[in-house]
């Protein structure tokens, strides 16, 4: 079983649409978890971290559940601009201090179309 | 500021060939780190540093050699370059500062082993 597992997709949506991410992770221990967006041919960046309450940022929702070891993104009202892959990321804890160790999802491809 | 860069942008190697990548950061982040990103596997952790003068294993480090005989960087050496090792390299920093827990990356370095 991978540590971090996503739907590989992709999602093809129109504009204005809403979707949802999912993705599991094995490590109990993790921490830290984050939703990274890497556009075609370049670097992964931090869309935004996760918190156990569930937070929002403009047009996206992110959730934790930790007894499922679930983490979601959801993205309203859709633009072209938010075609991208977004990687579910979690922190590579294995006791101790992880050191910021990050371990990646294989990444969900999205595209928005007109 | 330019962040983390990374040099080369491409490279084309023969079997056997060895070469050695520079990742430099100017954000005096402590701990820097180096993954190969593979069609469907997401980005795995080759080594990383957590200081100067200090490395240490990720997920798939046979095959790679690191330095960081300065804070700024962060080298990844391959020896022998094997087909195998045809992929998309990127190096990350990061503050150790638990409150600043994201990964600046940079922008990649697409590596063919012929």
């Known amino acids: 079983r991978k540590e971090v597992e996503q739907d590989p997709g992709p999602f093809n949506v129109p504009e204005g649409a809403t979707v949802a991410f999912n993705c599991t992770y094995s490590n109990s221990a993790s921490q830290s978890f984050f939703w990274y967006r890497q556009d075609c041919r370049k670097e992964p960046k931090l869309l935004m971290s996760v918190y156990s309450s569930g937070n929002e940022d403009g047009r996206f929702t992110a959730q934790l559940n930790r007894a499922s070891q679930y983490i979601s993104l959801l993205i309203r009202d859709s633009k072209l601009s938010d075609s991208a892959t977004y990687l579910c990321v979690v922190n590579a804890f294995a006791g101790g201090t992880s050191y910021g160790k990050l371990t990646f999802g294989q990444g969900t491809i999205l595209t928005v179309h007109p | 500021n330019a962040g983390v860069t990374q040099t080369p942008k491409f490279r084309v190697l023969k079997t056997g060939q060895s070469m050695t990548l520079l990742c430099a950061q100017d954000?005096?982040?402590?701990?820097m780190y180096w993954y190969r990103q593979d069609p469907g596997m997401g980005l795995r952790l080759i080594h990383y540093s957590v200081g100067e003068g200090t490395t240490a294993k990720g997920e798939v480090p046979d095959g790679y050699n690191v330095s960081r005989l300065k804070k700024q960087n962060f080298l990844l050496g391959l020896e022998s370059a094997a087909p195998s090792q045809t992929s998309v390299y990127f190096c990350?920093?990061?503050?150790?500062?638990?409150?600043?827990?994201?990964?600046?990356f940079g922008p990649g370095t697409r590596l063919t082993v012929l």
């Open positions: 954000m005096n982040h402590e701990y």
């Open positions: 990350a920093s990061r503050s150790r500062d638990r409150a600043y827990n994201e990964q600046f």
